[in-house]
């Protein structure tokens, strides 16, 4: 089951590696934010993501399986 | 000679029919004269969730969830806890205040069933520390019960700090864990893992004091007063009326009707901010002949939130209302998710600029991209409902936007919608 990239809204800082290790699926709100593709991460990006996830240095970054998130 | 305890009871005679239900009470009553005008709670702990559920009971804090829904989710797993939130951290909204000093047994007997029916040993009572009177009230109805014996539930009455998020649900696990008053990243949800790291079943006072009649007088009678939506809910009418107004009402009843009860009119009103802050406004034609109810609301894209019913009064600027609010509900951000912190102050400064005159237009189409951009990403629903606020703003007082633009802001009005001065997270 592939996986979908989640971010823990707290723990980001707002650095922004992710969305340059990762342009085709994060982009940066106006104020440095990451707004993440709310799909499952296709194959041809995995490697990508799961640099992007050991990159951020507030480690805010995950891949999880949970259902799609609703903040419910 | 002992009465005959039967399930579901009578109601004693001039509580069977109508209203009041929970307003029925006098204020400052002790223990032993609630026991009288009530009776007992006879519903045994086991039955009482299903009974809740034919109810139709939902919650009252601004959700609307079903009742027995939740208890259910926290009933089925390993020593949980309860909370009875009465925070009541929204402005416009003075119930859970009112109910709190009128009739503080009612609440602490859901409490008390709510926690017997799911299985917990204590249920933690939780008031604004500011409301001295209300915390009074309910430290003297504690401490009336322990002196009568608390059934075996540990009833703790704690104090929230005075801010907006305090009664976010997991800002208030987060508090009584001994953290700050602000809300946290979830899952897991609090009914999974919340006070003490235990399933922890988070109500709103008003919804456990209803609880504690259907515990009484069963889920029939509940259901005698209210259509399509069962019972009765308390609300707060402002605005429109001569000073803010608590009123108890059956659901179904039209928005119109209510103000009216209250002493108001929507006549020379242009709008209605229904359910709080992170509510929205209706225009009062249309919100006059709404009956409350979760789909006659939601069919005019509203709903009861939690209770707030604020009439814009003739002459006073919904604009202007709606940017001062929007400045406040910046500043009661937790300053934890960029989003929020950014986004809420960005929007606000746009909506400033729309009550100013928009000359250029650039605010108008800031203001649309950011509540976008700002919605959905924050840990907690605060962003959500600032940009459920905005939006409803932006659509209902599109003709003041215009107006502005040509001719400035409106000539200044005392304000209508309380930004009170908050205190800290700690």
Redesign the interface.
Known sequence: MRKRLTV???????HGLCADLLPEWIQL?????P?INPERVPEHLDAHARRAVAACPALALALRD?LAVS?G | MPKMLSWPMAPPAGRQHGLPRLLATEAGSSLGQHLEDWGPMTCPPRALIDEVARAGLRGRGGAGFPTATKMDAVASRRRPTVVANGSEGEPASAKDKVLLKSAPHLVLDGATIAAQAVGAGEAFICVERGANTVVQSVADAIADRRRGGTQGVALHLVTTPNRYLAGEESALVHWLNGGDAKP??T?PRPYERGVHARPTLIQNVETLAHLALIARYGSDWFRAVGSPDSGTALVTVSGIVARPVVLEVALGTTVADVVAAAGGSLRNSEAVLMGGYFGTWVPSSTAAAAHLGVDALRSIGTSMGCGVIAGLPAGTCGLAESARVTRWLADQSAG????CF??LP?IAGALETLVDGDRNGRAAKQVTR?LT?VE????C?HP?GAVRFVRSALSVFAADITGHRRHGPCRATPPMLPTPRSGTWR
């Open positions: 823990d809204p707290i723990a980001c800082k707002g709100d106006d104020w440095g934010y707004i949970d903040k | 946290t990243v899952p934890q998710c960029g989003p950014n986004g960005a950011w951009m959905g990403r924050g840990a629903r959500d």
